[in-house]
C-alpha cells in the first residue's frame, strides 16, 4: 500500500487516513486504489467492527487531484476512483468521517453515505463540480437533496461555493462541530464505542437503514460514472483545468 494513505486496525476501528498534505491529501489514482483495497480488507476482517476515514495535517481531502486526473482519466468502473465510490456507498459495517479542513468535492459526497461524521469548527466543504465544468459524482446528485432539501442541495452543486461547519451541521451533513485539533480523537473514540456495540444489532441497522435506496443509489451512480466520464472531455472542463493548473480564473463565456 502506498504511503499516501495509512491504514491501521485497533480495537475494533479499520482507520484510513488519506497522507499527501503538501497538496490538501489531494486523491491521485495510486490513492483512490489502496482506499478502494482497504475498504475490501476491512469488510473482510472479522476484528473489524466500524471504517473511521480522515486526513493528515489539518484536512480532509481537496479532492480529486486535477493534474492526476487529466493524465489518467476514470475509463470505466473498474478505475480507482469508481472501485473506492462504490466501496464505500457499498459498505456493510459502519463509517465515519472526521473532517478537519478543507474537504472538496467527493470529500464532501463520501459524507453522504457515512454513518457518523465530525466536523472540525474550521472545516470548510465545497462540491465545485459545475465550476470545474463537471457533474456531481457518488450519488449526491440524488442523496444531496434527500438530505438538505432541493433547493439548498442546487445552490451547492450549482454555484460550488464553499460553505462551513456550522452550516453543515445546520443542514445535517454532520453530527457534530469540535473543537480544531480534537475531531479525529473525538471520531475514534466514537468509533471505539460503537465497536463495543453488538455486531449484529449494528450490521442488521445500518442494512435496515441503507437496503430499499441501495438499488437506486447504484443505478444513479453508475448513469453519474458515465456523464461525468463524458464531461471531462467537454470544452468547459478543459478550460476549468487548464485555468487551476495555470492558477487563473477560468473564462466560459465563450464555451456554449
Ligand atoms: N488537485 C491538484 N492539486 C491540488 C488540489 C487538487 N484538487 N488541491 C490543492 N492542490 C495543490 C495546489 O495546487 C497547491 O500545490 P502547489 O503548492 O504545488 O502550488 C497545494 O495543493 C496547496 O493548495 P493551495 O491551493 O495553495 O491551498 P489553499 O489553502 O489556498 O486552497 C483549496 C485549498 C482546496 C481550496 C484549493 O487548493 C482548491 O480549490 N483546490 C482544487 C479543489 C478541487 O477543485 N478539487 C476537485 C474536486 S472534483
Known amino acids: 500500500m502506498t504511503d499516501l494513505v495509512r491504514t491501521t486496525v485497533a480495537n475494533g476501528v479499520y482507520q484510513i487516513e488519506m497522507n499527501r498534505p503538501d497538496k490538501k491529501n489531494a486523491l491521485t489514482a495510486e490513492m483512490y ?16 467492527r466500524v471504517i473511521l476515514i480522515y486526513g493528515s495535517q489539518g484536512n480532509f481531502t481537496a479532492g480529486n487531484d486535477l493534474s492526476d486526473f ?9 478505475s480507482p476512483v469508481f472501485r473506492f465510490i462504490n466501496g464505500f456507498a457499498n459498505l456493510q459495517k459502519p463509517f465515519v468521517a472526521a473532517v478537519e479542513g478543507i474537504a472538496v468535492g467527493v470529500g ?3 459524507l453522504l453515505h457515512c454513518d457518523l461524521v465530525y466536523a ?5 466543504f465545497c462540491l465545485p463540480f459545475a465550476n470545474l465544468g463537471l457533474t456531481p459524482e ?9 438530505r438538505i432539501g432541493h433547493v439548498r442541495a442546487a445552490e ?11 452550516f453543515a451541521l445546520y443542514s445535517g451533513l454532520v453530527n457534530a462541530v469540535i473543537p480544531d485539533g480534537q475531531v479525529v480523537e473525538h471520531a475514534l473514540s466514537r468509533c471505539e464505542k460503537l ?20 438499488p437506486l443509489v447504484r443505478e444513479i451512480m453508475a448513469r453519474e460514472s458515465l456523464i ?12 476549468a483545468f487548464s485555468a487551476f493548473l495555470e492558477k487563473r480564473r477560468p473564462d466560459f463565456s465563450k464555451i456554449t
Do not use: W, Y
Not at 70 to 77: G, Y
Not at 120 to 124: D, E, F, I, L, P
Open 195 to 214: 465497536a463495543m456495540q453488538p455486531a449484529a444489532s449494528i450490521r442488521i441497522t445500518k442494512d435496515l437503514m441503507v437496503r430499499n435506496q441501495r
Open 120 to 124: 472540525g469548527s474550521g472545516a470548510r
Open 33 to 48: 486504489s489502496a482506499m478502494a483495497d482497504g475498504l475490501v480488507e476491512a469488510e473482510a476482517n472479522p476484528a473489524v
Open 108 to 110: 464532501t459526497t463520501m
Open 156 to 166: 451547492m452543486l450549482m454555484l460550488g461555493e464553499q460553505f462551513n461547519a456550522e
Open 70 to 78: 487529466l493524465r489518467n482519466p476514470p475509463a470505466d468502473k473498474n
Open 138 to 146: 457518488a450519488g449526491s446528485s440524488l442523496l444531496l437533496a434527500q
Open 228 to 239: 461525468f466520464g463524458q464531461q471531462l472531455g467537454s470544452p468547459e472542463a478543459k478550460e
